[in-house]
Nanobody
Framework: QVQLVESGGGLVQAGGSLRLSCAAS????????MGWFRQVPGKERDFVAA????????YYADSVKGRFTISRDNAKNTVNLQMNSLKPEDTAVYYC?????????????????WGQGTQVTVSS
C-alpha cells in the first residue's frame, strides 16, 4: 500500500522560509518521479515542482522558480521542498504525489498517488 505523508507546513511571515517533507512507503521510491502541487479553496490543484527518479532533473512552475528547491533522498524515501522568500500568494495546501511519467509533469493526471496535504500559510 502506497503512502505519502507530508509534513513541515505552518504559519510564516512573508519573506520567510519553510521546508516541506514527504515520506513515502509501500513503493519502490527510487523508481518514480515525485512532484509537489498546491491548492487553495475553490481552485484547482496547481503544479509547483517535480524531480525525476535520481534527482538529476527538476522542474518548477514559473511562479516559484528561484525561490523553491525540490530535492530527494532515495535512501530515506523522502522528497523535500525548500521554500524561501515566501509570499502571501504561496498560501495553500501542499501535496506531494508520485508519477510514473517523465514528461508533462505539470499535469495532475500524470500522478497516481497523493498525500493528504500540509497547510502553508504566509502572512503579509
Amino acid at each position: 500500500q502506497v503512502q505519502l505523508v507530508e509534513s513541515g507546513g505552518g504559519l510564516v511571515q512573508a519573506g520567510g522560509s519553510l521546508r516541506l517533507s514527504c515520506a513515502a512507503s509501500g513503493l519502490a521510491f527510487s523508481s518514480y518521479t515525485m512532484g509537489w502541487f498546491r491548492q487553495v479553496p475553490g481552485k484547482e490543484r496547481d503544479f509547483v515542482a517535480a524531480i525525476n527518479w535520481n534527482g538529476g532533473k527538476t522542474y518548477y512552475a514559473d511562479s516559484v522558480k528561484g525561490r523553491f528547491t525540490i530535492s530527494r533522498d532515495n535512501a530515506k524515501n523522502t522528497v523535500n521542498l525548500q521554500m524561501n522568500s515566501l509570499k502571501p500568494e504561496d498560501t495553500a495546501v501542499y501535496y506531494c504525489a508520485r508519477s510514473s511519467f517523465g514528461t508533462s509533469l505539470e499535469l495532475e493526471r500524470r500522478y497516481d498517488y497523493w498525500g493528504q496535504g500540509t497547510q502553508v500559510t504566509v502572512s503579509s
